[in-house]
């Protein structure tokens, strides 16, 4: 059975090629993170990756997680000890404000750093994901007191965080939250209500575990305007900050799941002895926009969990490919070696396929993160803006898309494996069943399409759609035009699939201003749309840059070459789905609803 290897050389070159690494090192804050640098810490991290996490993802699987009669959680064999490993290692604080402990590394080391977690344990890595969308919500909008208060031991990992939004009665419908808050004579909130799909909302790790959570003051208005944001810690610290009496507040069930057993996803109750003590996050009734803080942040996380997945996946179906002996090989002259079934035609364009998936969008992701590293530290106001811009209209496809692709990568993976790929004892299929939950994580595809239709594409008449998209028929047009007939065939490829996204932001930007209900029909396409281009995009520069570093003869002439033909297949078989997707995002959508009406 394979083991997980961080894929270092492709991280690095997607980093410095092209998300910039060299220049997000001269922002302020970053200079820490040159090269050389990042490479240590990468290569450190891989390892952990390797030798702690990896080896624990197979038994959390099989051994799950389980809540005591005492409300405590015992959690799966290994991870305790792993998560003190974790942060004593200092990857808890990686990214987060040196104000608070945190090493202050910009988001473009960060993502890397993370994809490796979820490849090799994302039911492991869920719960510091979460704990550092936590951090951010309450850094960003907490009083000074709250941040004091619990930002230095969450930074460290001493203690974790948690989201809290859904209800069993709300679903994605946060208009419908009934949690309520009460406020006291002292300034603190009393908080009652029950929560569901709770990842990490109780575990034995950490002495303490603070919870975000979106409730209604008695005054609220109706409907997502009438939300507010409260911290409930399980603990309340006292008046050194170490935990204190026990808060009313506890996790009453587990959920069994398909996939990510080692993940405990808890229902949770505020309340059953009188309520639990909370205290607001800034100001009453804006919980909703400051939870989106802590929502955008662990939407790219996921994004990057696609990534990590479709990754080990991928190194798994091909370390299978080449051991598994079956069949002769068509085509292959008699005498010549055979026998493994990587050299049968449709095993090898399985692969090419599960590779160009991952290389694109893992590329598509890390620039986002550049990006962001951009919009929160570069020194000019209009340069951060114009990232900004970028980031929002990115996020719902690095989630939307990237999710999706580590459906079709794992699936994959299952059938390079053959019978075997649905027999446990391979490993395949816990890729699939893991990667499964992703699509729904944080907003569903459609979610994230409906976002990226309405605020990311009307509202704005396609401004910044339209921009985007001219940059990438720019690469397209410079490709189109070279003497390499590998980027000429690339650039041409682009050049058409670029044109089908133009039509498509034209008519989604038109559409949802007459008629918003068929714009929302085609909204997945158009997401998975811009998923496939983007990723054709990030991956025709890569083939540039690798092409002009084989011609100077700078770098790993194998590893570049691998990459150049990658790119070429992304061109040739995957960039022609950007007709089907314009098809389906513009007229199809009407043809859905069209339809719809009659068939139900």
């Not at 990857?91 to 080391?109: A, C, R, S, T, Y």
């Not at 397209?476 to 498509?504: F, M, N």
């Not at 158009?526 to 770098?555: F, P």
């Not at 992304?570 to 022609?576: F, G, K, R």
């Amino acid at each position: 059975m394979s083991s997980y290897r961080a894929p270092l050389d492709e991280m690095a070159f997607v980093q410095n090629e092209l998300a910039g690494l060299a220049q997000i090192a001269t922002l302020p804050g970053c200079s820490d993170a040159d090269p050389a640098t990042v490479a240590a810490i990468l290569a450190e991290a891989g390892k952990f990756a390797t030798d702690v996490l990896e080896p624990l993802n197979r038994t959390g699987d099989r051994s799950s997680t389980r809540l005591l009669e005492d409300g405590s959680m015992r959690t799966a064999a290994g991870f305790k000890d792993a998560y003190w490993k974790f942060v004593e290692g200092g990857w808890n604080g990686l990214g987060k404000n040196p104000e608070f402990g945190g090493q202050g590394l910009p988001e473009i080391v960060a993502s890397a750093v993370e994809e490796m977690w979820h490849a090799s344990n994302m039911a492991f890595d869920l719960c510091p994901m979460l704990t550092q969308g936590a951090i951010e919500a309450i850094e960003r909008n907490g009083s000074d007191e709250l941040k004091q208060r619990y930002l230095p031991n969450m930074v460290s990992g001493h203690w974790t965080g948690t989201m809290n939004l859904t209800e069993p009665q709300a679903g994605s419908d946060l208009a419908a939250v009934r949690t309520r808050a009460v406020p006291q004579p002292d300034g603190n909130y009393i908080v009652t209500g029950q929560k569901i799909f709770i990842t990490y909302g109780e575990n034995d790790y950490t002495e303490n575990i603070v919870h975000l959570v979106l409730a209604r003051l008695p005054d609220a208005p109706e409907g997502v305007k009438g939300i507010s944001l409260f911290v409930v810690p399980k603990f309340v610290p006292d008046g050194e900050g170490r935990p204190g009496r026990r808060n009313d507040v506890r996790a009453v069930s587990i959920e069994h799941k398909l996939g990510i057993h080692a993940s405990p996803t808890c229902v949770m109750s505020y309340g059953e002895q009188g309520g639990a003590t909370g205290w607001i996050v800034g100001e009453p009734n804006r919980g909703l926009e400051y939870m989106f803080v802590m929502m955008n942040l662990a939407r790219y996380s996921v994004g990057l969990e696609g990534v990590g997945i479709s990754e080990r996946a991928y190194q798994r179906a091909v370390a299978y490919a080449r051991e598994r002996v079956q069949g002769r090989a068509v085509g292959l002259a008699k005498g010549e070696k055979t026998g493994a079934i990587i050299e049968h035609p449709d095993v090898r364009r399985m692969l090419m396929t599960m590779r160009a998936l991952t290389e694109a969008i893992r590329a598509v992701a890390y620039v986002t993160g550049a990006a962001m590293d951009n919009a929160k530290r570069h020194p000019d106001a209009a340069a951060r803006a114009r990232h900004q811009a970028f980031v929002d209209l990115m996020i719902p496809i690095v989630k939307g898309h990237g999710t999706e692709v580590a459906q079709e990568v794992a699936s994959l993976g299952i059938q390079v494996h053959g019978g075997m790929g649905f027999i446990e004892e391979t490993g395949a299929a816990q890729h699939f069943r893991d990667a499964r939950i992703t699509t729904i994580y944080e907003g569903t595809t459609g979610i994230q399409a409906n976002d990226l239709v309405g605020r990311k594409t009307a509202r704005d008449g396609g401004a910044v759609a339209k921009a985007v998209s001219a940059g990438i028929g720019a690469v397209a047009s410079r490709l189109a035009a070279s003497a390499d007939a590998d980027l000429r065939t690339i650039g041409a490829k682009l050049a058409v699939a670029v044109a089908s996204l133009d039509r498509a932001i034209a008519w989604v930007a038109s559409s949802y201003a007459s008629d918003p209900r068929l714009a929302l029909a085609g909204s997945v396409a158009y997401l998975r749309l811009w998923g496939v281009v983007a990723g054709g995009w990030q991956m025709a520069r890569a083939a540039e840059i690798a092409k002009g570093k084989l011609a100077s003869g700078e770098g790993d002439a194998a590893f570049l070459k691998a990459k150049a033909t990658t790119a070429r297949y992304y061109a040739e078989a995957i960039l022609p789905l950007a007709a089907a997707h314009e098809a389906l995002a513009t007229g199809g959508g009407e043809a859905a609803l069209a339809l719809a009406a009659d068939a139900f």
